[in-house]
Every structure is written in structure tokens, then in C-alpha cells.
């Protein structure tokens, strides 16, 4: 049994048929079955001279082509295609494209310029052109969809006209038929049909966008419920319920987790406006109005910034812990937490509105240095029951240096003993901590020094009247002196 059979071609007008049954025992001529069995460790080549152009191992059963292999251009079916099984696996029908996996493309197709490798993938195309999917099923229903990109199984699986997306993870873009799309992550953009312009990185992001466009989502399930449009979502779960809510802007963990309807709403931080279902409101900074649910048009910066915020309306909140006096409060401003001890700016005074155009009923105040007199300033220390665990002061953390001012009951007290609550003296929202507001004293302040300058010049008229009956007294005492000189002298020289 011979251990290796050699085929050397040396002449060209031989033809591979001859060359073949020249060196292989057949029993007829023209047998149907040709057998040839090689050795133990046996290897069968087709060499020329030194040259192996193809080899066969006993012990592999591996066969190996050493030049190249050329297969016909694929003009149907039945030519240049290379087959597993029964099934089709490698063709290029078409202009210019590349067909790799069982069942990829299809003999029917106009379309070129597209490069295809995964079972299935773009079975149906007609005339869409320049495209290239990668997996299994990818782009499987593109009928005349041009300049898309499909890697994963099932990515861009339903897309039929849709053209120039991108989709890059399984069932990315799984039913799109919109445009301009860019997925990145299983199942982003899964179900987009109409939607436009989207772009999608990350796990399940705008996962059940169907018709929203001009959304971006950066994070695991950001804007996974949206059908808006113009919201950007940075950050895991950030947006997660919102459905048509538009010109949203969130970024960071759960921030505008909650949103569903509502637009203009801007959240950077970690659960910021995390329960929010209110319009136009701004959060920036760790937990910033995690809590507001239907408030509108607030704004917070910082940490915890409007922390207790829930259905407050036009509130402004700057600094860490910065909160109104409930959460239900409406048209507020507060700078920084109970820890802030100066209000620090170049002038010393705030400009507020009081244009005479804006006002009526305009009278002179009644209130004034009688109104004064009842007030209490005090000096006080502070001990305030926040600072406690309990809520209650003791006055374990009293502060040593003492203040100045007033009490909000105190002055409450001579508001209302005076029937004029209305100049809102005391803030009462939270009951559990009234807050005072003195600057309105100033104009029954300037109204009481008023009073007391009519009184002064009241006074001073009298003091120069007085006077000047003094200068008259005076003059008349002197003539009395006089006269009372001459009548000495006369009685003097009658005696």
C-alpha cells in the first residue's frame, strides 16, 4: 500500500480529468464511483515539480489549498456560490457586494456596495445600496435602505427603508424605519420606527422610542420609556419614564427619573428632580429638588438644594441645604443653609420695583413711632433645634458670641395687636419655624423719625418764642431797672 501518490503536471494540454484517472486504480473506465485509498499517514497532492498546489492528510482528513481558489462571479444561484451543506454560505451576487453566512442576501437584489456576513442577514434587499450588517438576521428586511450599519444579531432586524443608521448590539434599532439613527448597546432604540436623528449609547437606552426624534440617551435605560423629543439623558436611568416630555436636559444617576410629560426641565446631579412630573424647572447638584413632584419653574443649585421642595412654584434656591420655608412655598429666594453667617456683596443694598405707574391706592402711612415704641430688639444667642438629633435644644451647642434682633413671635404680637399683619412682618409657611423679614420696617422707621423731627421743630417754635419773650422780659426788666435808677435820684435831691 503505497504511503503517498504524487501528481506532477507538467504538460498543459493534459487535462486534471486524465491526470487524476492516470493515477488511480479503476476497475472500468467509465465507472460512476472512483475510489482512492490512501495509507496509514498517507497524504495525496497535486504538485507541479516542487511546487504542492493542493494536499490531502490521511491522518486529518484536512484538505488544504496552497495556491488560491477562484469562484465564478455569481450571476444566479447556480454559480459561484459556495455551499454548507445544502445550504447557500458564501456568494457575491450583485454589484460589488459581499455576501458571508447561511441564507445572507439574495438572488433577486439591484442594490450594490454592500458587505454582509451572519445567518440571514439581508435576506430581502431590492435596490438598497451601500450597506453593512454583521450578524445574525442584522438589517434581515432592508428592502431599499441605503448607508445603514448593522453589528449584532437581530440589529436593525425590521429596517426596510430607513437610511443612514447605525446600530451596534443585539435588537439595536430592532424596528426601525427612521433615519439618521445611531444605537450602541443591546437592545438601544428598540423599538424606533418613525423616530429620527436619535442617538442611543448604552444598554437599553430609548428602548421603547418609537416615533421621538432628536433624543440623545448616554447610560444603562436612559429615556428608556421616551416619545419625545429634544431631550438629552447622561447617566444611568437618567429620563427613565419620560414619554412625550420634551426639551428635557438630564444628566447624572436617576436624575428626571420620574419625568413622564413635562418639558423644559434641566437636572445635572445624582437623583436630581429624581420624582419630578412639574415644567421648566432647574436643578443642579446632588439630590437638588429630588422631591418636587408637580412644582414649577424653580431653580436650585447645589447639594440637597431644594431638597424639601415638592409642590412650590417660582422658588430659588442656591447653596448646599438651601430650602424654602415649606415645601409648598411659592415665589421664594433663599441663599445658602442655617450655617450661613454674612450675606457678602460689593453694595450694600438690594433694588427692588416701586414705580409709582405700578401702584395704587397710594396714602400716607398711619404707622410710625407709635408702632416703634412696641417693638422688642433683643441680643440673643443661637441654639437652633436643627443642630440636634432629637430636634430640641439644650444648649449644648449654644454659640458663644451673642446677636442682635427681633422675635418673630414678638413682632407678630405687635402686628396684630396693631391690625397690620399686612405688612408681613413674620413668614409663617412652616409653622414649625416662623422667619422674621425687619427690612419692612424701614418705611415705618423713616415715618416714626418723621414724626419725631414735626415734633422737634414743634419745639424748636416754642423754644424761640420762649425766647423771645425772655429778650422782651429782659428788655422790660432793664427799663423797670431804669426807671426805678431816676426815681432813687430824684427822691435823693428832694431831700
Not at 418609537?210 to 437618567?238: E, H, I, P, Q
Amino acid at each position: 500500500m503505497f504511503k503517498k501518490i504524487y501528481i506532477n503536471i507538467n504538460m498543459r494540454t493534459k487535462t486534471f480529468f486524465i491526470l487524476i484517472c492516470s493515477l488511480i486504480i479503476c476497475n472500468s473506465l467509465f465507472a460512476q464511483n472512483i475510489t482512492n485509498t490512501l495509507g496509514t499517514s498517507g497524504i495525496f497532492k497535486i504538485k507541479d515539480g516542487s511546487t504542492d498546489y493542493l494536499t490531502l492528510s490521511q491522518s486529518t482528513g484536512q484538505i488544504n489549498i496552497l495556491k488560491t481558489l477562484q469562484l465564478v462571479n455569481t450571476t444566479s444561484s447556480t454559480t459561484g456560490v459556495l455551499y454548507k451543506g445544502a445550504d447557500r454560505f458564501l456568494h457575491n451576487y450583485g454589484s460589488d457586494n459581499t455576501f458571508l453566512g447561511i441564507f445572507s442576501g439574495n438572488f433577486t437584489m439591484t442594490g450594490g456596495g454592500n458587505t454582509v456576513m451572519g445567518v440571514s442577514a439581508f435576506s430581502f434587499n431590492t435596490s438598497g445600496s451601500l450597506n453593512t450588517a454583521i450578524g445574525r438576521s442584522s438589517l434581515n428586511s432592508n428592502s431599499t435602505g441605503f448607508y445603514n450599519t448593522a453589528l449584532g444579531s437581530y440589529s436593525l432586524y425590521f429596517n426596510q427603508t430607513g437610511w443612514n443608521n447605525t446600530a451596534v448590539g443585539m435588537n439595536s434599532l430592532y424596528y426601525n424605519n427612521g433615519s439618521s439613527n445611531t444605537a450602541v448597546g443591546s437592545n438601544s432604540l428598540y423599538t424606533n420606527n418613525t423616530g429620527t436623528e436619535n442617538t442611543a449609547l448604552g444598554m437599553q437606552s430609548l428602548l421603547w422610542n418609537d416615533w421621538g426624534s432628536y433624543n440623545t440617551a448616554l447610560g444603562f435605560k436612559a429615556l428608556y420609556w421616551n416619545n419625545g423629543n429634544y431631550n438629552t439623558a447622561v447617566g444611568r436611568n437618567s429620563l427613565f419614564s419620560n414619554s412625550s416630555g420634551t426639551e428635557n436636559t438630564a444628566v447624572g444617576y436617576h436624575s428626571l427619573y420620574s419625568n413622564t410629560i413635562n418639558s423644559g426641565n434641566t437636572a445635572v446631579g445624582y437623583n436630581s428632580l429624581y420624582t419630578n412630573t412639574g415644567w421648566q424647572n432647574t436643578a443642579v447638584g446632588h439630590h437638588s429638588l429630588n422631591s418636587n413632584t408637580t412644582g414649577n419653574y424653580n431653580t436650585a443649585v447645589g447639594y440637597n438644594a431644594g431638597s424639601t421642595v415638592t409642590t412650590g412654584l417660582n422658588l430659588t434656591l442656591i447653596g448646599i441645604d438651601a430650602n424654602p420655608t415649606s415645601g409648598t412655598a411659592n415665589d421664594q429666594v433663599t441663599l445658602g443653609n442655617g450655617f450661613v453667617s454674612s450675606l457678602r456683596c460689593n453694595v450694600q443694598t438690594i433694588t427692588s420695583l416701586s414705580d409709582m405707574r405700578d401702584k395704587k391706592n397710594i396714602k400716607e402711612l398711619t404707622l410710625g413711632l407709635d408702632f416703634i415704641t412696641k417693638l422688642k430688639p433683643r441680643q440673643f444667642n443661637w441654639d437652633k433645634r436643627e443642630w440636634y438629633d432629637n430636634n430640641v435644644s439644650d444648649g449644648r451647642k449654644m454659640k458663644e458670641a451673642p446677636t442682635a434682633g427681633f422675635i418673630a413671635q414678638e413682632l407678630d404680637d405687635a402686628q396684630t395687636t396693631q391690625n397690620a399683619e399686612w405688612l408681613n412682618l413674620v413668614l409663617k409657611d412652616n409653622p414649625e419655624k416662623w422667619e422674621a423679614t425687619p427690612g419692612n420696617l424701614l418705611p415705618i422707621m423713616v415715618k416714626a423719625i418723621q414724626e419725631l423731627k414735626t415734633e422737634n421743630d414743634e419745639l424748636k417754635g416754642k423754644l424761640a418764642k420762649f425766647e423771645e419773650m425772655q429778650s422782651l422780659m429782659a428788655v422790660e426788666i432793664e427799663k423797670i431797672k431804669s426807671n426805678n435808677s431816676e426815681v432813687k435820684e430824684i427822691k435823693l435831691g428832694e431831700k
